[in-house]
């Protein structure tokens, strides 16, 4: 018998970016789930060996956060083995979290196929800086490497359409030229979270402000032309999620999104027309 769980993308509706700490970044993010999904099935070994299918993409095992995920695991609790398929919607690369989201989604997979009720935030913390969060979705501010959670429960829902920007951008990449250029912009997080709570999309536009499109637009110059093309058709509020490449844009309905799409697509641009989603464990 196959376990199946759903592993949503994310998207960062603004993210301050401090100073190293220990070697990483600080961050102060404002996080929200959203439609698309990774679908997980599993089915428990009789021995120890994991095994892991991901259609359209060949990551090295030593490279694969899910293995790492099942491996980790299993070791944690003593369990066997699984048989993992991963069927990828969620792009790799772009901010959206698709990798976070797999791990999480692997352990989620394993607690439930082997019955195993424990805290697995110790296991997720190990895996990523925002593998915790996945592990529950929903909006939510994170602080710290990202795993300094705050859940923020129940928030009005709201249309949004994703620009699937070609080229991606390297985190690492980005962040290293983030520290060169010297620039960071602050959203007050306070701020957008009350203005979220109140529908007040067009104030929340204000500090939907991500500290790292610069680099990421340096160093994908098809992020500042999708951007422009974004901006004329008139959101809520947009921006970029993570280091990009992925842009977001918020509608007021489900109508304008579509409406929004369909023009974007005209103009050359892959985009998901998708929604937010609460609390998914």
Known sequence: ???????????????????????YHDLDTVVVSVGLADTIKLKKRKDKEIKIKMKGYDIPLKENNAYKAAKLFEDEFATNGADIEIIKKIPIGGG??????????????????????????????????????????????????????????????????????????????????????????????????????AASFGEAAKNCINGLYYPAAELNSEINRSYEKIKKTCPCMSGMTGSGSTLFAVYGSRKEAYRAAKKLKGDGLNVVVTKTIKLYN
């Open 96 to 197: 959206l979290g698709g990798s976070s989201a797999d791990s999480a989604g692997v352990l989620r997979a394993m607690a439930k196929a082997y019955g195993i009720s424990s805290d697995l935030k110790p296991l997720a913390d190990k895996l990523g800086s925002d593998t915790a969060y996945q592990l529950s979705g929903g909006f939510a501010r994170l602080k710290g490497r990202g795993t300094d959670i705050e859940i923020l429960k129940d928030p009005p829902s709201f249309y949004v359409v994703l620009a699937l920007v070609g080229g991606g951008v390297n985190t690492k990449e980005c962040y290293a030229l983030f520290d060169r250029l010297n620039r960071a912009e602050l959203a007050d997080n306070d701020k957008l979270i009350e203005d979220i709570f």
């Open 1 to 23: 018998m196959k376990t199946v769980v759903k592993s949503y993308a994310k998207i960062n509706l603004s993210l301050n970016v401090y100073g190293l700490n220990n070697g």
